[in-house]
Nanobody
Framework: QVQLVESGGGLVQAGGSLRLSCAAP???????MGWFRQAPGKEREFVAT????????DYADSVKGRLTISSDAAKNTVYLQMNNLNPENTATYCC???????????????????WGQGTQVTFSS
């Protein structure tokens, strides 16, 4: 069992920034981490993913240029830097981990084995 703990969400205003964190303490077998989000009334959607070995990243087209995923292996933590936020960013952001290597498909939620509880990001006008 891999426990994931997200943090960093909150209230944000137009153009603001947030950095979300996903800690995976004690991770011994994790190939990749991914961020997904679910807005009210919408399906969960892929945001970004990163592999621990090599730091290979991938992003949803809708977030490229505004969100950056990174990792700190020493801290077993993955980050999601979000800049220039707007109302479309309001959602619950969850991180997942995949324990086994995969050639492709990290943009799909069913490729991940464990999930955190999520952290809420709310846009405030």
């Amino acid at each position: 069992q891999v426990q994931l703990v997200e943090s960093g969400g909150g209230l944000v205003q137009a153009g603001g920034s947030l950095r979300l964190s996903c800690a995976a303490p004690g991770r011994t077998s994790s190939y990749a981490m991914g961020w997904f989000r679910q807005a009210p009334g919408k399906e969960r959607e892929f945001v970004a993913t990163i592999t621990w070995n090599g730091g290979n990243t991938d992003y949803a087209d809708s977030v490229k240029g505004r969100l950056t995923i990174s990792s700190d292996a020493a801290k077993n933590t993955v980050y999601l830097q979000m800049n220039n936020l707007n109302p479309e960013n309001t959602a619950t952001y969850c991180c997942g981990t995949r324990t086994r290597p995969i050639f492709r498909g990290l943009g799909a939620a069913d490729r991940y084995h464990y999930w955190g509880q999520g952290t809420q990001v709310t846009f405030s006008s």
